[in-house]
């Protein structure tokens, strides 16, 4: 027994696709949350549990660590269970690792319980960037992933703040307990709003994939993770790189010979989307170091409070949620190009402007430029990524969600240690050379923001270069026609893009646009039929 529920010729959306994506984005905000309420927890459950930095830091690092590992499971994941299956599932598991995380009589159960709460993140994570792409329209993804970005944005800016209040006033496991609740909830409105989206294709799960991109991923962020700690010479750094680069070429070289693969990399074929998984990933490369220089920056060398660094910290982390939605109209009304080339400007101007910090520089000032580049790359970020996975048909948005997320967590990982290192070399150099710790520590965070800034350069120019209009096609054949006329799927050419699109409406991306959510191979009508048939996707719910 089936129910749907369509899209109407108009492109409006309606309140059940609403409801569909306002419960998986909160899954994944208390998934975000979760992981940023427990930074400032650090230092109490140090002292509750008699660990020292180098311990409790994996209270931290863990979460991105499992994370990756999930991500290209995630795939197999989305196209073998159902959207309901794989959130309630997801949810469950997480709930349990934060009621484990709370009850915890040791720091191995406290580990072992945010294993379980990034697995279930793991899969939340991915959920909300494919169940919008396939539940609403081409011409309205732009402002439905916007529109969720005010939600997701809100995870990391209210978490240090929240946590922090709670924590003061009673206690860090009553922090951690209070999200269990808040999991139930979500889960309860789950069963009355979520329904199933897409087409299951009962993939088979091939372990050795899954062994090699366990070993493959771990390793690499685990060794870029580190190094920055035990140094590159160290052997555990060395030999986790090592095993990782080798899984890594193992693991794509397995790839192309399956017949369902693990990870499609075949996404990568198509010019969009390559473009788009290279510039987001190069974003997260210039802007994800961020998150560990500032404090050090603010702190050490500003002589800023723990208070004032998070109050510093704040308006970066909230301006998504202005950016998000505004970034998602003007995409859907002019496409990727402008918003993105302004954004990575903006991001990359700010990143110069914060290596010219200085001892003397006002905490006012930095909180300023922190803010700038966090709007420029929220401006940047979503635009191009949702104009990547446009260009993919339906049943690839799951591995390609997995390849961008992939890319975004090694390159984060990576380019965090790279630049973590240069900063302590320099301020190393300079505290030998007579400056003081702080003057010293500004002078390291200059270079490693310079180096930021050399990335966001980097996108910025490829941008203006990769990111161009789709070329106009031909209207589409007569037996495309005729099967739209008739209610049947077939693949035909694709209708001219909309006057303003800016590469938004490539063909591959009308295709599955005008198909219904999940239909094995798309319709696309002809010119003539557009005004009563395009964009007719539709929602499946099995029971």
């Excluded at 009589?105 to 319980?113: A, H, R, S």
């Excluded at 905490?363 to 635009?383: D, E, R, S, T």
């Excluded at 049947?488 to 063909?507: C, F, I, K, L």
């Amino acid at each position: 027994m089936s129910s749907t529920s369509s899209i109407p010729a108009s492109g409006k959306i309606t309140g059940v696709q609403v409801r569909i994506v306002a419960v998986v984005v909160l899954g994944a905000f208390l998934a975000l949350l979760n992981q940023t309420v427990m930074s400032p927890a650090l230092p109490v459950i140090m002292a509750d549990f008699g660990i020292d930095a180098s311990t409790a830091q994996w209270i931290m690092s863990i979460y991105p660590l499992v994370s990756g590992i999930m991500v290209p499971v995630s795939a197999y994941l989305i196209d073998k269970f159902s959207t309901r299956k794989l959130f309630f599932g997801a949810l469950v598991a997480f709930a349990a690792g934060t009621l484990l995380c709370a009850v915890a009589p040791d720091f191995l159960w406290l580990i072992v319980g945010r294993v379980l709460q990034a697995a279930g993140s793991g899969v939340l994570m991915p959920l909300v960037a494919v169940v919008p792409m396939l539940v609403f329209p081409v011409e309205k993804r732009g402002t439905a992933m916007g529109m969720a970005g005010i939600v997701m944005s809100a995870g990391p800016a209210v978490g240090p703040v929240a946590g922090g209040a709670v924590i003061d006033a009673f206690g860090w496991r009553a922090m951690v307990g209070a999200i269990v609740p808040l999991s139930l909830i979500v889960l309860v409105m789950g069963v009355f709003m979520l329904k199933n989206v897409g087409e299951l294709k009962n993939p088979k799960l091939d372990f050795a994939s899954v062994a090699l991109s366990t070993v493959a991923f771990g390793g690499l962020l685990y060794g870029f993770s580190t190094a920055s700690s035990l140094g590159w010479t160290s052997p555990v750094v060395l030999g986790s790189v090592a095993a990782g680069v080798v899984c890594l070429v193992l693991f794509a070289r397995r790839q192309g010979k399956l017949e369902q693969p693990l990870l499609d990399l075949g996404c990568l074929r198509t010019r969009e989307f390559r473009v788009a998984a290279i510039i987001v990933t190069l974003i997260n490369a210039a802007c994800l170091v961020t998150n560990t220089l500032l404090p050090l920056l603010l702190q050490t060398a500003l002589g800023a409070s723990a208070f004032e660094t998070g109050m510093a910290m704040l308006p970066a982390a909230a301006v998504g949620i202005i950016i998000s939605p505004i970034s998602g109209v003007v995409f859907d009304k002019f496409g990727p190009r402008v918003i993105s080339v302004v954004g990575l400007a903006l991001m990359t101007g700010a990143l110069f402007a914060l290596s010219l910090s200085s001892t003397a520089t006002p905490i006012l000032v930095v909180a300023l430029f922190c803010m700038l580049q966090a709007a420029g790359q929220a401006l940047a970020n979503m635009p191009v990524n949702t104009w990547g996975v446009n260009a993919l048909r339906n049943e690839m948005i799951a591995h390609g969600n997995a390849i961008a997320n992939t890319g975004r967590q090694v390159a984060g990982g990576l380019c965090t240690a790279l630049i973590v290192t240069v900063m302590t070399s320099v301020t190393a150099g300079g505290t030998a050379a007579g400056a003081t710790l702080q003057a010293a520590t500004a002078t390291g965070a200059g270079v490693a923001y310079k180096v930021c800034a050399a990335i966001g350069l980097v996108s910025l120019v490829y941008c203006i270069v990769a990111v161009r209009p789709a070329k106009r096609k031909a209207a589409s054949s007569p037996a495309a026609a005729n099967s739209a006329a008739k209610g049947s799927s077939a693949a035909s050419s694709a209708v001219n893009p909309p006057s303003g699109s800016d590469g938004v409406a490539s063909a591959s991306a009308l295709e599955y646009a005008a198909s219904p959510v999940g239909a094995d191979t798309p319709s696309v009508p002809s010119p003539s039929a557009s005004a009563t048939a395009s964009a007719s996707a539709s929602v499946k719910e099995n029971r």
